[in-house]
């Protein structure tokens, strides 16, 4: 069975400052992949950044960067020069193998972010 | 532009009746999902399709029924069986992106279903 572990429920960020949001993941399977999403209040989400458990190098999206520590199993989203439009809730996301074939998603219980003046 | 749509935005219901959400995708993606979010949790996957014709349960697909007659819509139904219906349904769509090696999911606005 695959978990994914967010420990912030939530977290405050001066504007222009950098924050970091944690998460943790726990499966057996040897190749899997990880995901950000942002969920603001209009209720989409919406896609950040993806890492694959063989990628060499840490990913980044523009001001979103993934910490990846395969060792540790943890995906920490770093968001650089925080706008207030950050503010939204953030989830964490592991591609995990469907019954039928095909792949789906297993969702942590997100961060809520606020980016204050 | 391409991209899922969801409606009702709101729907409220009566206890004891069905109620059937839309999703409707142009994206062209094969496969399609139902999610759940409840407050304070993390999204559960209730229904998944990966063709046409085809449709699998996912972790909580007890008291849902989906149909896949089209490419472009996988509409949800909540039936009356479904205990605890209030929830904020998200539908989703993916592709195999081959640059990246993710399976993309693309989502929908949702549909904020209350039972009154």
Not at chain 2, 11 to 29: A, D, I, M, Y
Request: include cysteine; charge should be neutral; glycine fraction near 10%.
């Amino acid at each position: 069975a695959q978990k994914i572990t967010q420990t912030q429920p939530g977290m405050f960020v001066q504007e222009k400052e950098a924050v970091t949001l944690d998460c943790t993941y726990d499966t057996s399977d040897p190749s899997y992949g990880l995901f950000w999403y942002k969920q603001p209040s209009s209720g989409e989400m919406i896609f950040l950044i993806y890492q694959g458990s063989y990628d060499q190098q840490n990913a980044t999206e523009g001001r979103y960067s993934l910490n990846f520590q395969k060792a540790r199993k943890s995906a920490n989203l770093v968001i650089s020069a925080s706008q207030l439009g950050d503010s939204a809730m953030y989830f964490c996301a592991m591609r995990g193998r469907l019954t039928g074939g095909g792949n789906k998603l297993t969702f942590g219980t997100g961060t809520q972010l606020k980016v204050e003046l | 532009d391409g991209g899922i749509t969801q409606s009702p935005k709101y729907l409220f219901r009566k206890e004891g009746q069905n109620v059937t959400l839309s999703c409707e995708q142009n994206l062209n993606h094969d496969a399609m999902y139902w999610y759940r979010q409840d407050p304070g949790q993390g999204l559960r996957l209730i229904y998944y399709s990966q063709i046409v014709n085809d449709f699998q349960k996912g972790d909580i697909a007890e008291g849902y029924s989906v149909s896949r007659e089209k490419k472009e819509s996988f509409p949800l139904t909540v039936t009356s069986a479904q205990k605890n219906p209030t929830a904020f349904y998200l539908c989703a769509s993916s592709i195999w992106t081959p640059a990246s090696g993710a399976n993309v999911l693309t989502f929908g606005a949702g549909s904020r279903l209350t039972v009154l």
